[in-house]
């Protein structure tokens, strides 16, 4: 039954172990009504300062409302974003050249155009600009990127 134990099976066991048995507890047996309240012990003050007393002061004053204009807050359609993405591409194009760029941002960023417009011409900029990087890695990296890209637009070519 629960609660209480029953004795011949562990007499049995203390008989054939030297260890002593603890007595099981009694858990049917009731929880005093109130439990005795303990107060934490006390911890010195070392003068460490509240998170919230390094942020910077809290005033009550009501901030004023943020302006934005309604095109900013009305959503952007996805036409609308594509039709910027290719305007800005546009934009950029010309520009690439200018940039200060080391060879790997430089490959990346032209990469990143070819992905973006799917022109495929870019293909011999992207491979003359992974020539110039000088770690043997990253530069592996990127002739794959470039072969990568080859392979894709060979197999839509094939696809059409």
Known sequence: MFGQRDTS????????S???????PDYNSQMPASLPVTTAPSVPNFDIPAPEQLS??????????????P????????????????????HLQPLVDTLEQSP????????????ATDDKKM?????????KIKDDK?????MLDVINEINYFTQTSQAE
């Open 18 to 24: 030297s260890t002593p048995v603890l007595p099981m």
């Open 104 to 115: 790997e941002e430089e490959f990346r960023t032209i990469m990143m155009m070819i992905q």
């Open 56 to 69: 910077a002061p809290v005033t009550n004053s009501p901030q004023p409302p943020v302006q934005t204009s």
């Open 123 to 131: 293909l011999k900029k992207a491979l003359e600009s992974a020539k």
């Open 9 to 16: 099976s562990t007499d049995d066991a203390n008989q054939q």
């Open 71 to 90: 095109e900013v807050t009305s959503d952007i359609s996805p036409e609308d974003l594509v039709s910027m993405k290719q305007e800005a591409l546009q």
């Open 138 to 142: 990253i530069r592996a990296q990127a």
